[in-house]
């Protein structure tokens, strides 16, 4: 039965408004339900110690955009845990976009799984090599005004620039 069938067919057994982290205007809060989808019975005389969940997101300012997560949570695990840990989505997606954007992550042209494989492995070792060098000039700059390249520039030579200029190595 499609998660859409399901919400209207059970009632959700827990719901609440909840933050699934800051978004660029601020705290995004949406209403959460989540309800136990049905299992098999197993038979196992000791209790569970992690439950599935069936998460149903609703847009405050919109009530018709719906958006739906399967979990899978250890049993005591507060609505707004799970909200937090299903925003955390974000984050990967933003991850990957600045890979594709500074690395060529997504530049690969090969006909065998190696050499996408190489390719793959050395656009996120470039990713985690400039997130590493990055990571000192985000901490000089707490407290001042930062100013950020726009998400996407014509060329990553200049995102590079850039980050070059931040960590102090104009010439």
Not at 58 to 86: K, M, N, Q, T
Not at 112 to 117: L, S, T
Request: net charge negative; charged share 20%.
């Amino acid at each position: 039965m499609p998660a859409a069938e399901s919400r209207d067919a059970r009632p959700a057994e827990r719901s609440a408004a909840a933050a699934c982290g800051d978004g660029a205007r601020g705290p995004r809060v949406y209403n959460w339900a989540a309800a136990k989808p049905p299992t098999n019975i197993i038979f196992d005389p000791d209790p569970p110690t992690h439950h599935r969940w069936v998460m149903a997101r609703r847009s405050l300012s919109d009530p018709g955009e719906l958006a739906y997560y399967l979990a899978y949570a250890p049993v005591g695990v507060e609505i707004a845990e799970l909200a937090r840990v299903a925003g955390s989505r974000w984050v990967s997606e933003e991850c990957f976009q600045a890979a594709k954007n500074q690395c060529g992550l997504d530049e690969y042209e090969v006909r065998r799984y190696v050499g996408w494989y190489r390719h793959i492995t050395l656009a996120m070792l470039a990713h985690a090599f400039l997130t590493v060098l990055a990571a000192p000039a985000q901490d000089t700059a707490k407290g001042a005004a930062e100013t950020t390249p726009p998400a996407s520039s014509p060329s990553p030579w200049q995102r590079s620039a850039y980050t070059q200029y931040q960590l102090g190595d104009e010439e």
